[in-house]
């Protein structure tokens, strides 16, 4: 089974304001509420390729119950953790730009922890872990490290998809899959980087600290794969920008896509610059068809 | 029993952004979550007062499950009638000015109103109904005139709290209590207001046209009060206004706690005033103890 983690999960409430003033009583034009965080975002895309992922992490309250109904009615399964206070509501605001008003979050209780670590001790060895997006405020930075930990006793595989601190920290449990982008690269090794050439020396030294394989995600640019076998460079595929949110969660669903079928890493890499690129161009997670004809656009380059 | 009617309730959802930035990713600094509406302020207030009340209207899905939990609550008995679709999120933005983004709400199938005209022909003779606030898109604009011509069957007293046709196609029916503010009776009649004198005119127009009690609330300048035997003006009591959302629906409210307390309509209408600036000068509806602060700095000059 595949777990996707969403820690901190939201109803991601949409709302189109034709002419919004600030100070002033807007009308909306339209609005829309679907579930939302990076691990969910994972599950959606491998949910449209046909693999089942389970989702774990905190939901609360009725708006909990809202983003465990709405992902169960697409048939993603679901053994989040109840939590006391209420899943958070984060507003993406639709004028001529779009404005994003994240909220807080609940709070995470002790009980609440040790329930959420009971559901970690029960994934089994064969079993694939997603750990993505933020961390609620009230549980402690290393929380990622704690889950790594367990997932380790039984040489669990994971695959993590954060930045800074929170990466490097575990990085040394040797993770599947990480997935900076450019910028995250850059600011995990303080650096600026210019070429090519220079993410895949910054992306091996992320193998030499544990990663087992490295998607780079360079935007308009394209993506970089490395592993201690190969480097491939997949430029971009041409096409108009729609959404940018849940396009790196798409590459990464794309990868466990090709894995999950036994296809090579640079197979699964195609899928994986396939998904994150069907995202990118459409309103919501990339459908399945949409991903096999950017899958037939996509070319891989060894360096 | 009295009755107040929220055709299009609402869970307003209250964001604090410190440093708000149109086309930016905001993080909120907090948030908060209440049912809204204008039948249900009435509501409210009437339930800091001790005197109970139902609440009748349309609420839908895991939002409306939780406008109904809430009221239900703080002891606010309800009635609403089941709709398919989801009440509303209304956003109340607050940086160093306050944006509303009031959402479009649900759509009222023929069924739904059936059933809730249902429950409009269960209410007695010796009842009291409140009507206030907008009427969902779905509906026609003769919603409130429907309903009235119920009420009239069975001589039930009513209240209504709108505007503009909305109220007037609804004054040969009798209303116990209109409640205009300034702009809204000059809209009535198309015309411009500039003394107390020219206020006690048109209020008495709306005598004329059916309305038994009339007080039209003039923000900063107090409020005037008009039946066939007596005019009477209120000055503003002094304070620094923190909220004026519910300042309208609280003068209602604490006009019905003095009629169903039997006490006179100037009496009613103290208690009215007395409402009306608690709650303005407080952040939520205005608590038993302030209101009768207020009522104590209550005076009631006659014309």
Redesign the interface.
């Known amino acids: 089974m595949i777990y996707t983690t969403t820690l901190n999960p939201s109803i991601d409430?949409i709302?189109k304001?034709l002419n919004?003033?600030?100070?002033?009583?807007?009308?909306?034009?339209?609005?829309m509420?679907i579930p939302g965080g990076k691990g969910i975002m994972v599950s959606k895309l491998l949910n449209n390729l046909g693999i089942n992922s389970h989702n774990i992490g905190f939901v609360g309250g009725?708006?909990g119950?809202?983003i465990e109904?709405s992902l169960k009615e697409i048939g993603i399964g679901t053994d989040f953790t109840k939590i006391k206070d209420?899943s958070?509501?984060n507003?993406k605001?639709k004028?001529k730009?779009?404005?994003?008003?994240?909220?807080?979050g609940p709070k995470i209780r002790p009980e609440e922890e040790n329930d959420f670590f009971g559901k970690i001790k029960n994934i089994k060895e064969d079993d694939l872990v997603v750990l993505s997006g933020s961390i609620p405020n009230s549980l402690s930075n290393d929380f990622y490290e704690r889950i790594v930990v367990e997932l380790n006793k039984k040489n669990i595989q994971f695959i993590i998809d954060t930045t800074g601190k929170k990466l490097l920290r575990v990085l040394k449990y040797k993770p599947f899959l990480i997935k900076p982008n450019k910028k995250e690269l850059e600011d995990l090794f303080d650096v600026e980087v210019n070429s090519l050439e220079e993410i895949i020396i910054y992306g091996k030294k992320l193998l030499d600290l544990g990663a087992k394989n490295v998607i780079v995600s360079l935007g308009a640019q394209g993506a970089v794969f490395v592993n201690k076998f190969m480097s491939i460079y997949a430029p971009a595929i041409k096409g108009k920008l729609v959404n940018s949110v849940g396009a790196g969660d798409s590459m990464v669903g794309g990868f466990i896509f090709g894995i999950e079928n036994e296809l090579s890493v640079e197979e699964s890499f195609k899928w994986a610059v396939a998904s994150g690129t069907a995202t990118a161009f459409s309103e919501d997670i990339g459908s399945r068809k949409f991903i096999e004809e950017m899958y037939s656009k996509v070319t891989l380059i060894k360096k």
């Open positions: 409430y709302v304001v919004f003033k600030e100070g002033e009583t807007n009308r909306s034009h339209y609005e509420k009725f708006t119950d809202f109904k209420d958070r509501i507003v605001l004028t730009i779009e404005t994003e008003i994240n909220a807080k």
